[in-house]
């Protein structure tokens, strides 16, 4: 058996802000979840439908490993990215660095692997590895997860080589921190002013405030978009509050990094985003409630209601984010 030593296998709740903190700590870098999700600018807004899709998706994030990318240029981190077709060079590129004593990052499809409790396609997972021996990988997954988990080798293979939504070839990371650390306090200004910016001036409607808006349109025509309402809808709730979230869209981990970032900096305008973002994290929980209910019930006057939030939610994301780009000012 392989395994790297000392590695603080402490799962979060969110999948790659779970790897992040378990290769940093490594690093002697103890960031907590909100401040490494903060500094990868890791807050978004998608509303994403199409015709091979069975029901839309609600995402709350940038598109997997932007976050990881956003963090080691803030962080000034060496982010060394391996992807190959090759199944044999693909296990080379973690065995290598789990030998020489540094966990790996991986970017896999969750369905294939041992310990996951939901049996969905997901290729944007992240998970750090930490060891191995003949028959099983040693990871950290998220708390929900199981934490320190493991999973058979073959069914680590599979996830790995997986294609389709999200996916990338056998894709795995080292992070390397440089000797002298920039503080985040200095990072935290342009990390939240890139986000804001990207939220408030989205490329489509689909992302955004304008996403977030679009969607309370079309929340209320959900019982008959979907096929089965009372598994669907409750299941899109599920997946706002529970799925690697942190709840309420991830939402509840950008109010605490911004709340972290008030202690940190004096700024009017960061208390009304810390403030609004209590507010909406608050209001995205009410509408996944309301989501849930209209399924079960089958009773769209709840989907109405939910957009009424979802409504709410634009705008209050929207002042707030206005509120936080002012901060480069």
Not at 40 to 47: A, H, K
Not at 81 to 95: D, I, L
Not at 145 to 172: D, N, Y
Not at 230 to 241: F, I, K, N, S, V
Request: proline content about 5%.
């Amino acid at each position: 058996m392989t395994k790297v030593r000392d590695v603080d296998a402490r799962g979060t709740q969110h999948c790659e802000t779970t790897t992040l903190g378990v290769l940093l700590r490594h690093q002697g870098v103890d960031l907590s979840e909100p401040m490494l999700f903060g500094l990868g600018s890791g807050l978004s807004f998608v509303y994403w439908d199409s015709k091979g899709m069975d029901f839309p998706f609600l995402g709350g994030r940038v598109k997997p490993f932007d976050l990881t990318r956003n963090l080691a240029t803030r962080l000034g981190l060496e982010l060394v990215v391996r992807e190959t077709a090759s199944p044999r060079r693909a296990w080379e590129n973690v065995a290598a660095p789990i030998d020489a004593g540094h966990p790996v990052g991986l970017q896999l499809d969750s369905y294939h692997l041992d310990y996951f409790g939901s049996k969905v396609h997901f290729g944007g997972h992240v998970v750090a590895m930490y060891g191995y021996d003949d028959h099983d990988a040693y990871l950290v997954d998220t708390d929900q997860q199981g934490g320190a988990v493991s999973t058979s080798l073959t069914s680590l293979a599979q996830a790995r080589a997986a294609r389709g939504p999200m996916t990338a070839k056998h894709r795995s990371f080292t992070l390397t921190a440089p000797t002298s650390l920039p503080s985040p306090r200095d990072q935290v200004i342009p990390a939240i002013t890139a986000c804001a910016d990207a939220f408030l001036d989205p490329p489509i409607a689909n992302l955004g405030h304008r996403g977030i808006d679009k969607a309370g349109k079309l929340v209320r025509t959900w019982l008959q978009r979907a096929d089965d309402p009372q598994r669907d809808l409750p299941q899109a709730a599920l997946l706002m509050e529970k799925a690697g979230t942190g709840g309420a869209l991830f939402r509840n981990l950008y109010r605490d990094f911004l709340g972290e970032c008030v202690q940190l900096l004096d700024s009017s305008h960061l208390r009304t985003g810390h403030g609004l973002y209590t507010e909406a994290a608050t209001l995205w929980t009410e509408a996944a409630a309301l989501i849930a209910k209209a399924g079960e019930a089958g009773d769209a006057q709840y989907l109405v209601q939910a957009g009424d939030v979802l409504g709410d939610i634009a705008r209050t994301e929207r002042a707030a984010m206005q509120a936080l780009s002012c901060l480069g000012g």
